[in-house]
C-alpha cells in the first residue's frame, strides 16, 4: 500500500487518467470449457459446495445448479491465484474455505504458491504466501496440505495463517511423471489427505488421518491414530506399479476406500484398482470392478453416499474410446454396474439420458468425438444430503444431475451439464465486425464461436472444420460478413486456415492452405480475397483467392505481429522488433520504415483505425505507439510501458476517432484503458473485483457499433464483455492508494 501511495504522488505531472464505472458481465458459454478437478460438498451445510479449476479459479454452487466465480478479482499481480490446485472446507463451518493456489511448479512461473482463506463463504479472502510452489496446472492434482514437489506434508494450526512442515511424516512421494522434461519432471508429492471424522468427537482434532503418497512398488498410504504425533504406513497394502488417487472415507462403514492408477492423471492412466481397507480389521480388499483386457485404464474420482452406507461410485481415468466410464455399487464393491456397456458391438447401451440443455455446444463437441460421459475424471461426489444429486469434473465441464437413485432401478439416468456460471475458457482471440454477430471467439480447446447472444450459450462451436484450439480470428473491413480463422493442429488431416462469406454461419477449408501447416496468427483482406497467416512454426504466408500460400521472405520467419488494413484490398501491415512493415502489394511483399517502434525488442500486437488506411496502432513489450502515415513517423503515447492486446471499437461521437482499447502497462500498473482522443487521456476500465488475471495472456477487443463496449478475453476465465455505466469520476493519484 505504501508503494501505491507514492507512486500516485509521482503522477501528477503524467496525462489524466480518469476512472469509469464499467459494468462487467459474462459471455455466457453456459458452462465449462476446461478441467475441473475438484468438487467438494460441505458435509455440514446443505447445498453447499465449491468447485475448482486448474487456471480459471473458483466456483461457488447456487440452489439453481448454477455456479458463482469467487476469484474474479485477481489482476495481473494475482494471476497465479487462478490456478487452484486444492479446496478443503471446514468440516463445522461451511462458510470457511481453504484453498492453495499456484499455477505451475517449473521454472517458467516465479512465484510462490500462497494458502488463500475465506470466512465467509467466499466472498472475500486472506492470502497466506507458502515458502514453495503449487502447481494448478500441473499433471496429477493434490488435495489441501499435502504440498506436490516433494514438499511433503505441512500443518496449520491457526486456519491457514502459518504452516510448519510436519517432519516426522514418512515419505514426500518420488513419482514423477516423465523425467524427461520439467513440467513432468516434478514430484506429484502427496495425492490425498483424508480425515477420519468418526476417530474423534466432533469439535476435538481429528485423530485418524489417511495420507495418499505418489509412491509406486512400495508403500503409499499412510496413517496416523494420534492427530498427527506419530506416522505409520498402513499395514497390509498393496504395493504395486500404480499411484494412489483418492482416498475417502465410508464412516458408518468404517472403511477407507481408494482408487488407484499407474500414472498421475489427469490425462492418463491405462491400469489401475479400486481397495477398500477396513479401518478395525486392518485388511485390504480388491473391489476392482472390471478385469483382464476390460481393464484399459485406472481409476481417479471416487465418491461414497453418506446417506446409503455402502453405495459408492468411481471413475475411470482414462477411457478415451469410446467413452469415458463410471462404475456404481450399492454393495461396498461387491457388485459394480456401470454408466454404459457393449451391447452387440459397435453399440452401446447408454444407461442415460444426455442433456446439454445449459450448454448445447457441449453436444457438438462431445459427439464429434463421441465422448459424451467424459474424461479427466477426478473429481466425482455424492451430495451428502441428498441421495439423487450428484457432480462429477471433467475435462471440458461438470455432468451430474438430480435422479442419481433411479440407476438402482430403472439403470437409466439423465446425465446433465451442470456447469453453468463455470466459465473456463482461454480466450486467444476475439473479433466484433460491423454486421453479422456482435461477437466472435478463437478459443483454446473448444474450438471458438459466434456469439449472436451475448447472454445465451451458443448452439455449436464453429465446425466443418472443427478445430480443437482457434488461435485466431479476422474479418474483412470492406466485406465484413467474410472472415478468417485457423487451427492449430499441424498432424490434422484438415486444412487448419477456414474461412466464412456469411458471418461465420457456415466454413470452408482454405485449399491453398496445405495440412502439417498450423498455428499463430492470421488476417484477412479488406475484400476478403487475400489471407495471411503468420504461421507458428512455418515463417508467414500469403494466399490470395484460395491459391496455394506461399512464404513472404520480406518479414521475420518468427516472433511477427500482423494486421489488415481495413480499408485498402492491398494493404497489410507488420512488426516485428522495434521494425514496422507495410505491404502494398497483396501481403507478397514487405518492407521496412525506417521510423522504428523505439527501444522495443518485441511487437505484440497491430490494430488499426477501421476507416482509415495507414492509421495504425502498434503495442510492443516498451510501449504504445500510433503512425496516421503508414509508419512513415510514430508518435509514442506518453506513459505507456509494455502493452499487449490492442483494439479499436466504436467512437463515442458519430463519425469520430475510434475507441482505442490497451491491455498494458499505464503509469506503472496493469491495467485494461480506453481512450476516445487518440491517446492523450486514458480511462482505467478494469476495477477491484474484475481483475481478469494474467495482462499479457488476455486479449481485447472494442465493439465495432456501440461506443464504451468491450470485450476481454482471458486466460481461463472465458470472456466478460463491459459498457460504460456513465459515471466518469476525474482521478489522478487517488485510484492508486
Ligand atoms: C519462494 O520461497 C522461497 C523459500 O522461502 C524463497 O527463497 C524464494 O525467494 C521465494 N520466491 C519468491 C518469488 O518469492
Ligand atoms: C515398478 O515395478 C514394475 C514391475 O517390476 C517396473 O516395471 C516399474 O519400472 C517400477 N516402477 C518404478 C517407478 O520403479
Ligand atoms: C435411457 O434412456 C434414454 C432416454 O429415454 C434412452 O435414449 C436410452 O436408450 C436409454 N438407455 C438404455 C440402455 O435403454
Same mark, same amino acid.
Given at each position: /500500500? @505504501?508503494?501505491?501511495?507514492?507512486? !500516485? ?6 496525462? @489524466? ?43 461457488? &454452487? ?24 486444492? @479446496? ?41 504466501? @507458502? ?43 518420488? #513419482? ?17 489427505? =483424508? ?27 499412510? #496413517? ?106 450399492? $454393495? ?15 453399440? /452401446? ?27 479427466? /475424471? ?9 441421495? $439423487?444429486?450428484? &457432480? %462429477? +469434473?471433467?475435462?471440458? =465441464?461438470? #455432468? ?111 485449399? +491453398?492452405?496445405?495440412? !502439417? ?10 475484400? +476478403? ?11 508467414? /504466408? ?35 522488433? $522495434?521494425?514496422? %512493415? ?6 507478397? =511483399? ?33 510501449? &504504445? ?40 502497462? %499505464? ?25 481478469? !488475471? ?16 468491450? %470485450?476481454?478475453? *482471458?486466460?481461463?476465465? !472465458? ?11 476525474? *482521478? ?6
Amino acid at each position: /500500500m @505504501l508503494g501505491r501511495s507514492l507512486l !500516485g504522488l509521482l503522477l501528477t505531472a503524467l496525462p @489524466l487518467l480518469t476512472s469509469a464505472a464499467t459494468s462487467w458481465k459474462q459471455v455466457k458459454l453456459g458452462g465449462g470449457g476446461g478441467f475441473v478437478p475438484g468438487i467438494v460438498f460441505s458435509t455440514k451445510t446443505k447445498g453447499v459446495a465449491y468447485a475448482r479449476t486448474d487456471i480459471g479459479g473458483l466456483y461457488k &454452487l447456487n440452489s439453481d445448479d448454477s455456479w458463482t466465480p469467487l476469484l474474479d478479482w485477481a489482476g495481473n499481480d494475482k494471476w497465479h491465484n487462478w490456478g487452484v490446485d486444492a @479446496l478443503a472446507l471446514d468440516p463445522t463451518n461451511s462458510n470457511k474455505v481453504y484453498i492453495a493456489v499456484g499455477m505451475y511448479t517449473n521454472s517458467w512461473d516465479p512465484n510462490n504458491g500462497s494458502i488463500l482463506a475465506s470466512s465467509d463463504g467466499g466472498s472475500t479472502w486472506t492470502e497466506y504466501p @507458502l515458502s514453495f510452489k503449487v502447481g494448478g496446472n500441473m499433471p496429477g492434482r493434490t488435495l489441501f496440505f499435502g504440498a506436490r514437489s516433494g514438499n511433503g506434508l505441512w500443518k496449520s494450526t491457526n486456519s491457514g495463517a502459518t504452516w510448519t512442515k510436519v517432519t516426522n511424516f514418512p515419505s514426500t512421494g518420488t #513419482y514423477v511423471q516423465d523425467a524427461s522434461n520439467e513440467y513432468t519432471a516434478d514430484k506429484v508429492g502427496l495425492a490425498f489427505v =483424508t480425515f477420519d471424522a468418526s476417530s474423534s468427537s466432533s469439535g476435538s482434532a481429528t485423530k485418524r488421518i489417511f495420507v495418499g503418497v505418489a509412491n509406486v512398488n512400495t508403500t503409499s498410504i499412510y #496413517y496416523t491414530e494420534d492427530g498427527g504425533s506419530t506416522w505409520a504406513a498402513v499395514p497390509g497394502q498393496p504395493t504395486t506399479n500404480n499411484l494412489p488417487h483418492k482416498g475417502v472415507i465410508s464412516p458408518s462403514e468404517g472403511l477407507l476406500y481408494v482408487t488407484f492408477n499407474n500414472n498421475a492423471g489427469p490425462y492418463d492412466g491405462t491400469i489401475g484398482s479400486i481397495q477398500k481397507y477396513n479401518i478395525a480389521a486392518k485388511t485390504w480388499t480388491d473391489i476392482t470392478p472390471v478385469s483382464g483386457s476390460d481393464l484399459y485404464f485406472g481409476f481417479g474420482g471416487l465418491a461414497v453416499d453418506l446417506q446409503k452406507p455402502g453405495t459408492i461410485m468411481v471413475a475411470a481415468l482414462n477411457s478415451w474410446w469410446p467413452d469415458g466410464q463410471i462404475f456404481r455399487s450399492t $454393495n461396498s464393491g461387491a457388485s459394480w454396474s456401470p454408466l454404459w456397456s457393449w451391447a452387440s458391438y459397435p453399440t /452401446m447401451n447408454r444407461y442415460y439420458k444426455y442433456d446439454v440443455s445449459l450448454a448445447p455446444w457441449i453436444g457438438v463437441t462431445a459427439t464429434d468425438d463421441t465422448k459424451q460421459i467424459g474424461w479427466m /475424471m477426478e473429481a466425482l461426489v455424492i451430495d451428502p444430503f441428498d441421495s $439423487n444429486h450428484w &457432480l %462429477y +469434473g471433467t475435462g471440458l =465441464t461438470i #455432468y451430474g444431475g438430480h435422479d442419481l437413485l433411479q440407476w438402482d432401478t430403472t439403470h437409466n439416468i439423465t446425465l446433465k451439464s451442470l456447469a453453468d456460471g463455470i466459465e473456463e475458457t482461454a480466450v486467444l482471440g476475439l473479433i466484433s465486425p460491423p454486421t453479422g454477430p456482435q461477437l466472435l471467439s478463437a478459443v483454446g480447446d473448444v474450438g471458438g464461436f459466434s456469439h449472436s447472444s451475448l447472454t445465451t450459450a451458443p448452439s455449436t462451436p464453429f465446425n466443418t472444420p472443427l478445430y480443437g484450439t482457434t488461435p485466431d480470428i479476422d474479418w474483412a473491413g470492406q466485406a465484413p460478413t467474410n472472415l478468417v480463422r485457423i487451427g492449430s493442429d499441424a498432424s490434422s488431416t484438415s486444412r487448419q486456415v477456414a474461412l466464412s462469406t456469411n458471418s461465420g454461419a457456415t466454413w470452408n477449408e482454405d485449399y +491453398g492452405a496445405a495440412t !502439417g501447416i498450423a498455428g499463430g496468427k492470421v488476417a484477412i483482406s479488406a475484400a +476478403g480475397d487475400v489471407v495471411l497467416w503468420a504461421t507458428s512454426s512455418n515463417g508467414v /504466408m500469403v494466399s490470395r483467392y484460395t491459391n496455394a500460400f506461399t512464404a513472404v521472405s520480406s518479414l521475420p520467419s518468427s516472433g511477427v505481429a500482423i494486421a489488415s488494413d481495413k480499408v485498402t484490398d492491398s494493404t497489410f501491415y507488420a512488426a516485428s522488433g $522495434n521494425k514496422f %512493415y507495410v505491404s502494398t502489394d497483396f501481403g507478397v =511483399t514487405f518492407a521496412a520504415k525506417s521510423a522504428t517502434l523505439g527501444s522495443s525488442s518485441t511487437a505484440n500486437d497491430i490494430t488499426v483505425n477501421v476507416k482509415v488506411t495507414g492509421d495504425v496502432w502498434v503495442s510492443t513489450d516498451a510501449g &504504445l505507439y500510433h503512425t496516421t502515415n503508414s509508419g512513415t513517423s510514430f508518435t509514442t503515447i506518453t506513459g505507456f510501458g509494455a502493452t499487449w492486446s490492442i483494439s479499436t471499437g466504436a467512437p463515442k461521437t458519430t463519425g469520430g476517432y475510434p475507441s482505442v482499447f490497451v491491455i498494458g502497462t %499505464y503509469n506503472s500498473v496493469v491495467g485494461v484503458y480506453r481512450s476516445d482522443d487518440q491517446g492523450s487521456t486514458w480511462t482505467r476500465l478494469d476495477d477491484a473485483a474484475h481483475g481478469f !488475471g494474467s495482462g499479457s495472456a488476455n486479449v481485447i477487443c472494442g465493439d465495432q457499433r456501440t461506443w464504451g463496449r468491450v %470485450y476481454v478475453g *482471458t486466460n481461463g476465465r !472465458g470472456i466478460f464483455y463491459g459498457d460504460e455505466s456513465g459515471s466518469s469520476t476525474s *482521478t489522478v493519484s487517488h485510484i492508486f492508494t
